[in-house]
């Protein structure tokens, strides 16, 4: 997983309610990422909805930790079964 939320979190909540595999909770100082269900969106749309929608870009990604697109997308599976990736 490479999104992470940065210090500059205002706490507003917006990229949890965008999240698509309900990656994003409210941590004890600001949201957090949980890597075992963040796919950086593969399977449900081509765009981070986190980055998109966080209006003081404190959601990143960090390139060094980027996944293959194919190991995202069986995660995506595991968390949607039954359901067709929508950007594959
Ligand atoms: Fe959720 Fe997508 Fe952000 Fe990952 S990149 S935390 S799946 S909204």
Do not use: F
Not at 56 to 70: D, G, M
């Amino acid at each position: 997983m490479a999104v992470k939320i940065t210090n500059d979190c205002i706490a507003c909540g917006a990229c949890e309610a965008e999240c698509p595999n309900k990656a994003i909770k409210e941590g004890p100082t600001s949201y957090e990422v949980d890597p075992e269900r963040c796919t950086e969106c593969v399977g449900s749309h081509r765009a981070q909805q986190c980055i998109e929608i966080c209006p003081v870009s404190a959601v990143v990604l960090e390139e060094a930790s980027r996944e293959p697109r194919e190991a995202l997308l069986e995660r995506w599976r595991k968390l949607h079964p039954g359901e067709e990736p929508k950007n594959s």
